[in-house]
Structure formats: structure tokens, C-alpha cells
T-cell receptor, first 113, second 114 residues
Framework: ETGVTQTPRHLVMGMTNKKSLKCEQH?????MYWYKQSAKKPLELMFV???????ENNSVPSRFSPECPNSSHLFLHLHTLQPEDSALYLC????????????FGPGTRLTVT | GENVEQHPSTLSVQEGDSAVIKCTYS??????FPWYKQELGKGPQLIID?????GEKKDQRIAVTLNKTAKHFSLHITETQPEDSAVYFC?????????????FGTGTSLTVIP
């Protein structure tokens, strides 16, 4: 596989569930990102990892918990979410944190019921 | 922080016509401006970008222009085709400093009518 992959592509979960989103990049990049995409809103940066270290956390509620075990994999652990958390969650990677070009995965469409 | 505004939010053109999408930004330190195309069910894909030391860049049917003085940049698509139908996003990246991140526009939904 090439590029940035995300699983699952679709997820429906109740507010009391715990689930995880997975992202994998096959580009040899050193920085990875989680974004939230909601209708009619700009992409919202949630977390940034550079060389497996979290370097950005944009006031994201603690019910979202990221994990970066190595430079190729990124997880977003979800628990006790709210209906307003329903959105498309996009993972991206770049060569370096400030290199400019970011490559996005296809996203996970999350619905919280 | 940076604020990026994008217009129009929707755009319909006849096949073969040109399409122009405009973005403005507020932070004069921004120095990198990518454009992304997002098709239904897919993530955003980088289609063209421009850095602040360049005024215009072209790649086949797409071009981007940058006016640093006015703080705006535009995407131009010529000879549009139905497969150009998608949502297009602009973004701005302030200069390299701590806390650096992309700021995105709200997107333009482009429909090319056959």
C-alpha cells in the first residue's frame, strides 16, 4: 500500500462506547496529524506528532486521546463521545512538522448516537 | 492568529469554462499556500501550492496566483471538465515558529456541468 491509510472508514458508536481510529503512513514521513472536518467549517487541527512526540494539542477535550507508537502509525482513542463529535476525522503526514506539504488519508466518518 | 477566508462557497460552471476561487489571509508572516481538492468519500489531495517568493505558478490546467501586498491568493482552473467537480480548500501556513500550523478556508464546492 502507498500513501496514508485510515481504518475504519465508517464508525457508528454510542456515547458510552470506547473505540479507536487507526492511521498508517507509508511515505517515510516524520510528522503526523489528526484533523476534524465538520460541515461548513474549516479543517480543525487536533493533534500533531513529530518524531513520535506530541508537539501540538489544540484544546481538544480529553475524551479524545492520541497515541503514536512509531513514526508510521497514529491512533485516536475515543471514549464517552458526544453527538457533536460526529464528523470526518482525517489523518495526515508530512516529511517534517514544518515542511509544508501534508498528505491526507481518506478519513473515518464517525457518527455518535 | 491567522484567519483565512474563502469565496465563493459554491460555484457552478459549464464544461470548458474557467473557474476561479479566491482566498484572503490576515497574517503577513504566512509564506506557504497550498490548495487541496477533496472528492466525495476521499481525503483532501494537494493539487498545487505556492510560496511567498513567487507570484504565480501553473501546472497544466490549474494555476495559483499570490498577491502578498493585498494578502490574497487565487486558484484558476481553465477548460474545466466534469472530473474537476469537487470541494476545493485553500490554506495558509505562517512562518516557521513554535506552534506553527495550517489555517484552512471553509471550502468551495465546484460543480462542472457537462
Amino acid at each position: 500500500e502507498t500513501g496514508v491509510t485510515q481504518t475504519p472508514r465508517h464508525l457508528v458508536m454510542g456515547m458510552t462506547n470506547k473505540k479507536s481510529l487507526k492511521c498508517e503512513q507509508h511515505l517515510g514521513h516524520n510528522a503526523m496529524y489528526w484533523y476534524k472536518q465538520s460541515a461548513k467549517k474549516p479543517l480543525e487541527l487536533m493533534f500533531v506528532y513529530s518524531l513520535e512526540e506530541r508537539v501540538e494539542n489544540n484544546s481538544v477535550p480529553s475524551r479524545f486521546s492520541p497515541e503514536c507508537p512509531n513514526s508510521s502509525h497514529l491512533f485516536l482513542h475515543l471514549h464517552t463521545l458526544q453527538p457533536e463529535d460526529s464528523a470526518l476525522y482525517l489523518c495526515a503526514s508530512s516529511q517534517l512538522r514544518d515542511s509544508g506539504e501534508q498528505y491526507f488519508g481518506p478519513g473515518t466518518r464517525l457518527t455518535v448516537t | 492568529g491567522e484567519n483565512v477566508e474563502q469565496h465563493p462557497s459554491t460555484l457552478s460552471v459549464q464544461e470548458g469554462d474557467s473557474a476561479v476561487i479566491k482566498c484572503t489571509y490576515s497574517d503577513s508572516a504566512s509564506n506557504y499556500f497550498p490548495w487541496y481538492k477533496q472528492e466525495l468519500g476521499k481525503g483532501p489531495q494537494l493539487i498545487i501550492d505556492i510560496r511567498s517568493n513567487v507570484g504565480e505558478k501553473k501546472d497544466q490546467r490549474i494555476a495559483v496566483t499570490l498577491n502578498k501586498t493585498a494578502k490574497h491568493f487565487s486558484l484558476h482552473i481553465t477548460e474545466t471538465q466534469p472530473e474537476d467537480s469537487a470541494v476545493y480548500f485553500c490554506a495558509a501556513l505562517p512562518g516557521f515558529r513554535a506552534g506553527n500550523q495550517f489555517y484552512f478556508g471553509t471550502g468551495t464546492s465546484l460543480t462542472v456541468i457537462p
